[in-house]
């Protein structure tokens, strides 16, 4: 695929969205250097509005739209954190949103859907239901989708928070993403590959939902339809888009078990007093479990949100 | 009482502890301006060393004792926060620390104080059973106490917290803080009356904690001994020197029911996802629970720590 989003389209995303999006604050902690062996650098999304990274490629691909796209509304299909960031930028932008959520998707997810002024329809939770769904509403009401992350318009903008995060600390040696669908791997890897030649980007998949370390294996796009893991933002596949950026420019991605997953959400909760939702704890894991050799270096990852039902706890359960 | 903590001692402080705290960022939320009908500003102490603003008062007690003082080794009292914070500091500066704490203490926090390295010593969880055991302590090994709050030094650090948010916000009409045994709204109504003459200083309790307010009434020190608060934090009387502060700089305080307490520790979880004690949550209820009214102004309000027994949720049991 030649047409792959580029490190300019972050740039343009990136003046596109300043507007609207909270600048969030890069954490250190140096009980995690000490645990983890290196220097870690956590951009704080859970900060971000809507309380996720999502919001980012949400807001871009919404206000990248021509004032009459945008007056037919915009559907979106999403476990949560995208649905929410949807519902916030289209109401930004004055305009219609149509959210499709699986029905097991977390109450505090469904809740800030509603809060925005969303229209709200659930699905099974499947990728094909959400995707087939989400093409029903699009045909019967001229909804313009906007993709959690296989589209341009979303992978720049997810981008934005890997940009942040290198202009504050430009001499990282890797940048860590978690990996569902790939909006945010692929953003951080265009960008990494950009502004440091030196700067490794690596991708985090809970072992149930691990369709990106079997399609770069595979060297094949491969999807997981029961993903099982209780990190349920990143219970989806890459899509072709995604997956053609991060074989391209991204290095490597790793698996964690959910165990090392709710443990080291307890840590971030317990130690640093931000409150990440277990798609961002994986990140944590990945260096703690030893699964991507960090010793010694400057380590940037990514805690890609904070929207967690409070009510059910995982160390709780 | 003529010889009360100055600005210059916070002025001093400051320089002091600089070297050690962590500067702590300024978190604004437009769903809380909108629910509370004014602009707020959160100086979020969550994210100091040891989870708490206290490390800013105990550090300037500890760095400011003398070399012969310091070989004693240190002693403090207190149901968490000041034992976690004493600890950290005495561990920073090299030297010993002894730490009584209550037998009902948070998991959370005597953990943290074990971890710290110091040397632990449970007692009776009443202010007097506290101040007898810590006493005999210092009399027994020479160590010297650091009060949690009723001490010159540990005044001037907490007021370091007020330093850092106004001079970031310099246009604030309110301060509002949390009381236990005054210390943080002593070192903050000295800095709001110094630094913009215009900003008044606010005070809240739980209603189960009340003395800081009854003793203003009846202008004298008045002791609730067993305080009953789900804000353990809290749980304390004022001083005979943040009394004199506090009648002299602050202009209020104000009392706020635990339920409300418990409701808004959960809203800043949810909305602002800045991991916060029932301690902390007090300042948001005196907003939303209109027990304060700032319509329309800028009001600054300290977070003022962190630590929860995340086994032990409030709106779990």
Known sequence: MSDLPTFSDILTAEKRIRPY???????????????????VYFKCEPFQRAGAFKFRGACNAIFSLSDEEAERGVV?????????????????????????????????????????????????????????????ISEKTGAIPVHPYNQHETIAGQGTAALELMKEIPDLDFIVTPVGGGGMLSGAAITAN??????????????GSDAARRSLEADSLIRVDQPETIAEGLRASLGDLTFAVIRRYADQVVTVPDSSIVRDMRYIWERMKVLTEPSSAVVVSALFDQKIDCSGKKVGVILTGGNVDLDSLPWLR
Do not use: D, W
Request: aromatic letters at 4%; hydrophobic letters at 35%; glycine letters at 6%.
């Open 21 to 39: 999006i909270q600048r969030t604050p890069v954490f250190t902690s140096r009980q995690v250097n000490r645990k983890a062996g290196c220097k």
């Open 76 to 136: 979106a299909h999403s476990s949560g954190n995208h649905a929410q960031a949807v519902s916030l930028a289209a109401s930004l932008r004055g305009i219609n949103a149509h959210v499709v959520m699986p029905e097991n998707a977390p109450a505090v997810k469904i809740a800030g859907v509603r809060s925005y002024g969303a229209n709200l329809t659930f699905c099974k939770p499947t990728q094909q239901s959400r995707e087939e769904t989400a093409a029903a």
């Open 194 to 207: 950009q502004m440091n030649e030196k700067c490794r980007s690596f991708g985090v998949e809970p072992e």
